[in-house]
């Protein structure tokens, strides 16, 4: 079967970057155009720079503008503000034309191999447009996580730094790309390079507010990401992830998350007491996929639109391996694109998907069974066939 998706790839048209970048910009015009009546979480974004600009809270209701309310951290609204000053329809197309365009840089500026960033742009294409239609900013994180490890790895680690803090400060993922600290040759300048960052961009949103305001929000934005927590752990649309999926299928309330966290956590960075495998780029590639996998399944926020992150890591899991894939490897990669990516979609029958998928967070199953495997495989295995350093 390996062998059959190998010549898949191999076909001239997957493999014509020129054909994979208009595939991924023409999803983006396709979600920015269908969305045009329905774009709720535009409006929100598009609304963290103008209340910034007024001066207004980040995190009230505003019941005229949009439903529900903002998430993200008081930096996002630079990162919106050229899509939020532009007309509404136009900045939608744009804001989705951007997020596709900038994972899929990420994509093509990394160490990848030209097999492995095909796989990622082709199995990873139907996820993207689930998130376009969300006009999720997960698919920038997934392109901040990838940008992270790539840079440390390229010994850019200033210009690494600075991902992982923007990431942290707009959406708290980011702070994932700190699991990459082992792999740098430049330890001091990553933290000196953290520390600097931190700071300009902590204060990067006072050029358009003021510094009192601006503080303001932070400490509002604890507060509201921890009542977001509580309001995350049922919700239909929440929570979509390894804990969400225990929480709803066991139907109890009572229980800490931290009896899945913590083991989650051991397993997790049991791998990185490896240190005769960190010359090895598939060793490395894999601890990458495990973190793309790990921040979706292990938080309470995570929802539908976020397996962008986690798919590219399913991709890399696959393709970093230096041994050959089994028939059980296939088998999960291909119930990952059956249950986690079409499960969303009109592809995939409507009545599993409300009585199954969606009241038990089943999208996050083979994931989860994937970074088990992945997790069992970093124990042991010897990654020794792929060596980059």
Known sequence: MKEKIRAFLALTLWRDYRFLLGLWLLL???AGLMKQHSHNNFLIFRGVFWHTWNGTSLYAEYPAEYWDINHYGPLFSLVIAPFAVVPEWLGLVLWCLALSLFLYLAVRRSLLSDYQQVFVLLFCA???????????FNIAIAAIILLSFFLIEKERD?????????????????????????????KARFVLSLIGWSLVLFAAPML???????????????SDLAGKNAE???????NISLLGMVRKISGCATYSDLWIIVPGLLLF????????QYQYMAFRQTLLASV??????????SESSGYIIALTGVVIWYTAAPWQRTGWDVALLVFAFILTSLSPSDLFPKAVRQAWVQPYALKALPVCLIWIKLCVELFYRDYAGKVVR
Do not use: C
């Open 28 to 30: 983006a015009v396709i």
């Open 126 to 136: 139907h996820e993207l447009l689930t998130a376009l239609y969300m006009q999720q």
């Open 158 to 186: 200033s210009s690494a730094a600075f991902f992982i803090v923007l990431g942290t400060l707009v959406k708290l993922y980011g702070v994932v790309g700190l699991a990459f600290f082992f792999f740098s040759k430049h």
């Open 208 to 222: 358009i507010s003021s510094p009192e305001y601006v503080t303001g929000q932070y400490v509002e934005w604890v």
């Open 232 to 238: 995350n752990l049922f919700a239909d649309h929440q």
């Open 269 to 276: 960075g049991y791998p990185y007491l490896r240190f005769s």
């Open 292 to 301: 793309l996998m790990f921040v979706v399944l292990f938080s309470t926020g």
